[in-house]
């Protein structure tokens, strides 16, 4: 086994005492405290994560947005400059290999952020599938740490340390800027349900950045948040995480995410036969569908635990955690068309062989208030 890497900010995560857990390959810091204090830190106030293991990939060139449309779901050549979106990248049988955000830095250059378990897959995939474009695809993944600001606080703590236009820069949108004499791309994206901002910058201005946000937010109640709480927060939000709610056994159809396949954009793409029947077999046949279960108990579901009706197994928990906001477990859940509806009763949970009752809801659990 190879060790684990290490982000720039490797040093200061210990120093801050960061119980600290392999994730994806890389040592990453699962919390500093209370995961529950850090939780509420974002949904009240604002919390401060490092995301450098996240991978990104750059293409450029003349035809590097044909080339994305091609390897990508998504009408990529679309986006506007400064402008970032949500996507997927499929197998040739229509299974998921990563969901994505791609970034229009220019009118030749792109960004592509994958999950740190698949950026090497995403990476190889891309490349393979660019080739007969006038493109180039480049392993950036050493060239950025990433660092996150989230929550109600998150406006006020960055534009006390940049001259951006924040109030300008929409959501899933991203412009240069200098945030404490530091050059970042300045992303307004995120993946804990609240408003905040996503800083690209140079591994080697990382710890500079980070400290100079400490600073900016200690009167705003920021605190450090590891990857325990970045769950709960994603969870709560309804996001789907790679490997639980998303696999390469699903499209984009069975996971209820049919409208990130752009049928119409010019051109073929990697998956298109597939996925254009799977659209059929979604419309003709509605696949399991991805809710909300809310616990009437204290109990706590997992991944992979059977979801139960009428004594017949009806679906499978994708993930599970206790809610720190609604103070209830909750859990995200694949399960038959007839028992998704909110409100469905009869609906439980086999937790080592006793069925506990939960209430099925739409998702997501929690919405920030706008």
């Given at each position: 086994m190879s060790e684990p890497r290490r982000t720039a900010l490797d040093a200061l995560h210990r120093s801050l005492g960061a119980t600290m857990t392999d994730f994806a390959g890389w040592d990453m810091p699962l919390r500093y405290a209370s995961e529950r204090d850090e939780h509420t830190a974002v949904r009240t106030r604002a919390g401060l994560f490092d995301l450098s293991h996240m991978g990104e990939i750059t293409v450029t060139g003349p035809a590097a947005g044909e080339a994305l449309d091609h390897a990508l779901v998504g009408h990529i050549s679309a986006l506007a400059v400064g402008r970032a979106r949500y996507t997927m990248i499929c197998a040739p049988d229509g299974g998921i290999l990563?969901?994505?955000?791609?970034?229009?830095?220019?009118?030749?250059?792109?960004?592509?952020?994958?999950?740190?378990?698949?950026?090497?897959?995403?990476?190889?995939?891309?490349?393979?599938?660019?080739?007969?474009?006038?493109?180039?695809?480049?392993?950036?993944?050493?060239?950025?740490?990433?660092?996150?600001?989230?929550?109600?606080?998150?406006?006020?703590?960055?534009?006390?340390?940049?001259?951006?236009?924040?109030?300008?820069?929409?959501?899933?949108?991203?412009?240069?800027?200098?945030?404490?004499?530091?050059?970042?791309?300045?992303?307004r994206t995120g993946y804990t349900g609240e408003d905040g901002f996503e800083l690209f910058v140079a591994p080697a201005d990382a710890e500079k950045l980070w400290q100079?946000?400490?600073?900016?937010?200690?009167?705003?109640?920021?605190?450090?948040?590891?990857?325990?709480?970045?769950?709960?927060?994603?969870?709560?939000?309804?996001?789907?995480?790679?490997?639980?709610?998303?696999?390469?056994?699903?499209?984009?159809?069975?996971?209820?995410?049919?409208?990130?396949?752009?049928?119409?954009?010019?051109?073929?793409?990697?998956?298109?036969?597939?996925?254009?029947?799977?659209a059929e077999r979604a419309a003709a046949e509605p696949p399991r569908r991805l809710v909300g279960l809310v616990a009437e108990g204290r109990r706590v579901p997992r991944a992979g635990y059977p979801v139960v009706a009428g004594g017949a197994?009806?679906?499978?928990?994708?993930?599970?955690?206790?809610?720190?906001?609604?103070?209830?477990?909750?859990?995200?859940?694949?399960?038959?068309?007839?028992?998704?509806?909110?409100?469905?009763?009869?609906?439980?949970?086999?937790?080592?062989?006793?069925?506990?009752?939960?209430?099925?809801?739409?998702?997501?659990?929690?919405?920030?208030?706008?």
């Open positions: 990563d969901d994505l955000i791609v970034y229009r830095l220019g009118e030749q250059e792109y960004m592509v952020v994958a999950n740190a378990s698949n950026a090497q897959v995403v990476l190889d995939a891309v490349t393979e599938r660019a080739a007969g474009f006038d493109a180039a695809v480049r392993d950036d993944r050493d060239a950025y740490a990433l660092i996150a600001v989230q929550g109600p606080e998150s406006p006020g703590i960055l534009k006390s340390l940049t001259d951006a236009d924040l109030d300008g820069l929409k959501y899933y949108a991203g412009l240069p800027g200098t945030v404490a004499g530091v050059s970042a791309l300045i992303a100079a946000l400490t600073d900016a937010g200690a009167g705003a109640g920021l605190v450090p948040c590891g990857l325990s709480c970045r769950d709960t927060l994603r969870l709560e939000a309804g996001m789907p995480l790679y490997g639980n709610e998303l696999t390469t056994a699903l499209t984009p159809f069975d996971a209820g995410l049919g409208r990130v396949v752009k049928f119409d954009k010019p051109g073929d793409f990697v998956g298109r036969q597939a996925l254009t029947a799977a197994v009806i679906g499978e928990v994708t993930s599970g955690a206790p809610s720190p906001t609604l103070g209830k477990p909750i859990a995200m859940a694949y399960v038959d068309a007839a028992h998704a509806a909110p409100g469905t009763s009869g609906v439980g949970v086999d937790i080592r062989g006793t069925h506990e009752p939960y209430e099925v809801v739409a998702l997501p659990f929690y919405k920030r208030q706008r």
